[in-house]
């Protein structure tokens, strides 16, 4: 019982100090490289030290927050070997303890720190980035009367697809609107273009437009029409919307927005599903970083350590950006969970093979 109750806490405090170090370390040389370089970008623009300086202020989070994973990484490792080092863990093994025990309460820390990322820093740092490198992107989100041109939407439905395009919407009248009824196969059945639109939840309220089959047969020109859709001003300014730059909570309010009215929603579920992968990925950081830290032998120098976790860190950040990138269709989901949940397995089978092959803490 006393084991149960002692260790955990005692490594989950040495895992909290060291993760707030080495963050708050990694984050001021973020801070600073970021500063510098912002000073080169605006200088032209004749920006004055603090305009810069709140720029680099509200960035730096969003930055930090992005490979806050790999921040993790390091601080487990340190943690570990400083544990190892002094002979603690040496002893806890020596009174019964697996690696895997060991390692429990730092990857249940690991999960909550992922959790409260997900739910609360991460939404919080998107919009400070977005309120100092996009305020007019946050402005066509937000506002009704803001203006978009160039527009297009892409509805799925049972039997047709629906593609519309405006020139210009602002507050809610498009101008030069295009509709577009396709069949499944992609050939035009129906189009409509108008001078202007009154844009509503049910529908939108053609004017001064001509309707046509897809050979031009049947050509009736109409000073108004109703052209009734459940597609509604909000569903055009989430085109605008970048998915990279929300929390999860946006995030779902984009999704549920896009689904009831059958629009393409790949990009919303493809980042909902990087947050989440994320949050699986810092519960396994101490998993990795037991790989060198926790089996260890006699002449097993921390520079070792130090190359492995920093060589990993940068692998695993390049490898798993190219895959999000490349992830698309049906198989976008498995190829992002996929190398996190292969990362996980196989340091999980290291430890456990390690700590049955080998001597520990010798």
């Known amino acids: 019982m006393g084991k149960r109750v002692i260790l955990p806490w005692y490594i989950v405090k040495n895992q909290a100090k060291m993760l707030l170090l080495i963050t708050f370390i990694v984050s001021i040389m973020v801070f600073l490289t970021d500063f510098i370089e912002t000073i080169r970008v605006e200088t032209t623009r004749q920006h004055t030290v603090f305009t810069i300086f ?3 202020l509200f960035k730096f989070p969003y930055i930090v927050f992005n490979v806050y994973p790999y921040i993790f990484l390091g601080a487990c490792g340190v943690t570990l070997r400083d544990l190892a080092k002094s002979h603690q863990i040496t002893i806890l093994k020596a009174i019964g303890f697996k690696d895997v025990n060991i390692l429990q309460p730092i990857i249940s820390f690991s999960f909550f720190i992922g959790v409260l990322w997900l739910t609360v820093l991460h939404p919080v740092a998107c919009k400070m980035y977005l309120k100092v490198m996009n305020p007019d992107l946050i402005e066509k989100m937000c506002s009704q009367k803001s ?6 939407l892409h509805q799925h439905n049972e039997s047709e697809e629906i593609l519309i395009h405006a020139d210009e919407i602002c507050n ?6 295009s509709i ?3 069949d499944k196969k992609g050939a035009v059945r129906k189009k409509i273009i108008a ?6 939840d049910t529908g939108f309220i053609l004017h001064s437009g001509i309707s046509s089959s897809s050979s031009n047969e049947d050509v009736e020109r109409f000073p108004e029409m109703t052209f009734a859709s459940s597609i509604s001003s909000e569903h055009f300014i989430s085109e605008f919307k970048q998915p990279e730059f929300m929390g999860i909570y946006e995030l779902l309010e984009l999704l549920k927005l896009r689904t009831d009215a059958n629009l393409d929603y790949h990009n919303a579920v493809l980042q909902i ?7 699986l990925m810092t519960a396994i950081m101490p998993l990795v970083a037991a790989i060198p830290c926790m089996v260890n032998r006699r002449h097993y120098k921390g ?9 990993g860190s940068v692998f695993m950040y390049f490898a798993l950006n190219v895959l999000r990138t490349l992830s698309y269709g049906h198989f976008a989901a498995l190829s992002i969970w996929f190398p996190v949940l292969l990362i996980g397995f196989v340091s999980f089978c290291l430890v456990k093979l390690k700590e049955r092959n080998y001597a ?3």
């Open 147 to 152: 203006k978009m041109e160039n527009v297009w």
């Open 172 to 177: 809610r009248i498009a101008k030069n609107i």
């Open 360 to 362: 520990f803490f010798t």
């Open 303 to 311: 520079i070792y350590v130090f190359f492995f976790l920093t060589v």
């Open 180 to 182: 577009y009824s396709l």
């Open 195 to 200: 001078l202007s639109a009154n844009i509503s």
């Open 273 to 279: 599903n990087i947050l989440l992968t994320t949050v």
């Open 54 to 56: 709140h720029k680099s």
